[in-house]
């Protein structure tokens, strides 16, 4: 099986930074499309951002130019750098495997990742 295990959580203030990890185990992580989700309070879950196995990107209107996601296949490590943080940006963030197929029109859909962390929580006060 796969396993997922986020860290890097936390608080921070509004126009700050924080970067999580998602390491896996268990899969052929290049093979594997990679996403972040974030879930806040009262809310659904929504796409963040996505990282496919041949390194291309996306992410959600409400953080492009403010978050980049990245993959460090040596180390079977997802990464999320979060700049110029924002009170809405709080919420439980979950790392996403999927194998596909997933692609820009789709991502964004939770059935599409077949493995998923347990989440770390991330406040902006």
């Known amino acids: 099986d796969v396993q997922l295990v986020e860290s890097g959580g936390g608080s921070g203030p509004a126009g700050g930074s924080l970067t999580l990890s998602c390491v896996s185990s268990?899969?052929?992580?290049?093979?594997?499309?990679m996403a972040w989700f974030r879930q806040a309070p009262g809310s659904e879950r929504e796409g963040v951002a996505v990282?496919?196995?041949?390194?291309?990107?996306d992410y959600a209107n409400s953080v492009q130019g403010r978050f980049t996601i990245s993959r460090d296949n040596a180390k079977n490590t997802l990464i999320l750098q979060m700049n110029s943080l924002k009170a809405e940006d709080t919420g439980i963030y979950y790392c996403?495997?999927?194998?596909?197929?997933?692609?820009?029109?789709?991502?964004?859909?939770?059935?599409?990742?077949?493995?998923w962390g347990q989440g770390t929580q991330v406040t902006v006060s």
């Open positions: 996403a495997a999927g194998q596909g197929p997933i692609w820009s029109a789709n991502w964004r859909e939770e059935q599409r990742y077949e493995y």
């Open positions: 268990g899969n052929p992580f290049t093979t594997y499309c």
């Open positions: 990282v496919a196995s041949d390194g291309g990107t």
